[in-house]
């Protein structure tokens, strides 16, 4: 448990190192519960620990890539996703087909078409 996003954010960066090309990592929680921090540690230290690279939920988009680092991210948040099936019109399915790394926030929203092989 962390107390703080400065380790919440440490947290995440500690599993960037561990994740495999092709990871999909499912982030529950409730509203505020420091998904997108630990989705930021994680995609910052793929990325060189850039603490000026801007990482923010994708509440609106649905979807933001980050493919400029080690390895590339794609980070998802469900939140306001309509139908599950508007995960096949952003592409997530071929995101998730990647040998980069996929991060969900408010995965249950997703239905059948998060895949079996997940971290959660």
């Given at each position: 448990m962390s107390r703080t996003t400065g380790q919440t954010e440490a947290f995440g960066a500690g599993w960037a190192q561990i994740l495999e090309p092709g990871a999909i990592l499912l982030?529950?929680?409730d509203l505020g519960a420091g998904k997108?921090?630990?989705?930021?540690?994680i995609i910052r230290a793929l990325h060189g620990i850039d603490e000026d690279?801007?990482?923010?939920?994708?509440?609106?988009t649905?979807?933001?890539?980050?493919?400029?680092?080690r390895l590339p991210v794609h980070h998802f948040d469900l939140y306001?996703?309509?139908?599950?099936?508007?995960?096949?019109?952003?592409?997530a399915e071929e995101s998730f087909d990647t040998p980069g790394i996929s991060l969900i926030e408010w995965?249950?929203?997703g239905g059948e078409h998060i895949p079996d092989d997940h971290l959660a």
């Open positions: 982030l529950f929680g997108t921090v630990f989705a930021r540690g690279l801007l990482v923010t939920s994708p509440t609106f649905l979807m933001n890539p980050y493919l400029d680092g306001r996703l309509a139908e599950p099936e508007d995960l096949v019109w952003i592409g995965p249950e929203r």
